[in-house]
């Protein structure tokens, strides 16, 4: 399974657009970048899924560039519920038991 | 949507004493289910995966007759922690797959909280 980087923490403001890079230099080709949030002493939420180029849904967008090496998380015009921790996992194409890894995430911290 | 659900939310029990924990899929079928453990300020470590009807398979490190997994059914599987100890106090999560069109997509229970005392 491809190990993913990301920040530990970060902080932002109500209405600012807030962007988690994630690296996964190692990841395979059958492999998709998804996101989860998890809110504390809460089980984590699916956000986001994608392969390469661009996703967006009503949540947020992920962008995967060419190599795929990387991904960014974007969240439009963040709020002071998008407080929580983001895990970026890589997911095995070939993963016959459908398990997840996950990496430390990033703790988002929105302020006022 | 799929959910899942656990029960009890939270549980507070003293050394020694065993603790279920259960996880069901409410709207959905779930061959596989997945236990995680959390630590304060962590993130979540897989502690095995249930598979109905057949033994569970542990990951390493993770003591298979401390912590009893049982998925009888399609829909439930439990995690018992045998004579609890203060270190296994901890976010007991469990998780299942269900096809969305989401590759590999896993709905996640709200979490049991252990306390042992």
């Known amino acids: 399974l491809a190990k993913t980087t990301q920040p530990i923490s970060m902080d932002s403001y109500e209405g600012q657009e807030v962007n988690i890079t994630c690296s996964h230099n190692n990841i395979a080709t059958n492999d998709y970048i998804t996101w989860y949030q998890q809110f504390p002493s809460q089980g984590p939420r699916f956000i986001i899924q994608g392969y390469k180029t661009k996703v967006t849904n009503e949540v947020a967008s992920l962008f995967i560039p060419a190599d795929r090496k990387s991904s960014t998380l974007s969240l439009p015009r963040v709020s002071l519920s998008d407080t929580a921790v983001y895990y970026c996992l890589v997911v095995g194409g070939n993963n016959a038991g459908n398990m997840l890894t996950f990496g430390g995430g990033t703790r988002l911290m929105v302020k006022p | 949507g799929a959910v899942v659900s656990q029960h009890p939310s939270w549980v507070i029990c003293k050394s020694g004493t065993s603790v279920k924990i259960e996880c069901r899929s409410l709207?959905?079928?779930?061959?596989?289910m997945f236990w995680y453990r959390q630590f304060p300020k962590q993130s979540l470590m897989l502690m095995a995966t249930s598979n109905e009807g057949s033994k569970a398979t542990y990951e390493q490190g993770v003591e298979k007759d401390k912590f009893l997994i049982n998925h009888a059914s399609l829909t439930l599987s439990t995690l018992t922690v045998t004579s609890a100890h203060p270190e296994d106090s901890s976010f007991y999560i469990c998780?299942?797959?269900?096809?969305?069109?989401?590759?590999?997509?896993?709905?996640f229970g709200p979490g049991t909280r252990l306390t042992v005392l």
């Open positions: 998780s299942a797959s269900w096809t969305s069109g989401i590759y590999n997509e896993q709905f």
């Open positions: 709207d959905f079928q779930a061959t596989t």
